[in-house]
């Protein structure tokens, strides 16, 4: 197989869809790689890194398009890429469609079958290609939280780990799955006072178990969660419900009574976010304030970290490539039931549940 690996071209997204060892691997295999020029250049791999590995190494975009059989990138592509799209291609990536019709649009336009990373399923039943992300954007939301709740980042002026004789942050974080456990790790490393909501008792006891009873757990109902949120001053976003759009558990009448300062980090932004008031923004521009309260809701959190994340994230794709390359689409789904639920979009129609709900889809078709 014919396998472009494009520069991603979202704002301020420097990872990549395969790494040098990701290529090497394809090429021993017997398939063809193409990378688009300095597609690497991010995560400080160069063009003759991926040409010591046997890559050819095109131009631009178009060319790679062109070439290749089976596009490989990282983040849901933009509209130029849609339209570069072919009935003969397959994307491999994130595509986050629920809140995206114009994507999903532009996906069942050009015939493409497209591969989500994030609704593939491991034979543990867990989301393998989505985790490594998860834990990035996990650490960074404690992070970046923690950041913002500086005065000069227009938080209220609160460290997150206090001082002897002053209370450290009050942290909320909704969602105990790997994003949230993730930042729960990270804010009790910080001394921050956390509380994780979830409505799994089994995710609550393992939080509980982890942390030796030093973070407190809580089932997820409106009214806890309203409670929490009002006492405050970070709470970060960990919902995730595979392929769909996120609930919306904080509503504008929440925020209102929240704390001048306090701070909302919506992990959930790539499925169209847990806070009634989120919308995307990104790092080049990555907060606003809405009622008094510091909203961060880049909708690639990872991409600042592009290193750690590429490396993390090849590690779980690659297999998945060798698969498609090696069986084709067809053979390669029907081989594992959980990848072939990464199948998003064939032959003009959206195929996973999920996002035919969110979008208004009867079988994979507008219904209007």
Known sequence: MKIGVPKEIKPQENRVGATPGTVAQLIDAGHTVFVESQAGAGIGVSNEAYEKVGATILPDADAIFEAANMIVKVKEPQPIECARL????ILFTYLHLAPDPEQAKALMASGCTAIAYETVVGRDGGLPLLAPMSEVAGRMATQVGAHCLLK???????????????????VVIIG??????NACEIAHGMRADVTVFDRSKVALVAIDRQFGGMVTTLMSTPDAVKEACLEADLVIGAVLIPGASAPKLVTRDMLS??????????????QGGCFETSRPTTHNDPTYVVDGVVHYCVANMPGAAPLTSTYALNAVTAPYMLALANKGVDQALADDPGFAL?????????????????????EGHPTR
């Open 342 to 362: 990464g199948l998003n979009v064939q032959n003009g129609k959206i195929t996973y549940k999920a996002v035919q709900d969110a979008l208004g889809l009867h």
């Open 86 to 89: 072919k009935p003969h291609h």
């Open 176 to 181: 105990g799955g790997v994003a949230g456990l």
């Open 257 to 270: 009574q929240m704390k001048d300062g306090s701070v909302l980090v919506d992990i959930s932004i790539d």
């Open 152 to 170: 000069p980042q227009g938080g209220l002026g609160k460290l997150m780990g206090g001082v002897p004789g002053v209370a450290p942050a009050k």
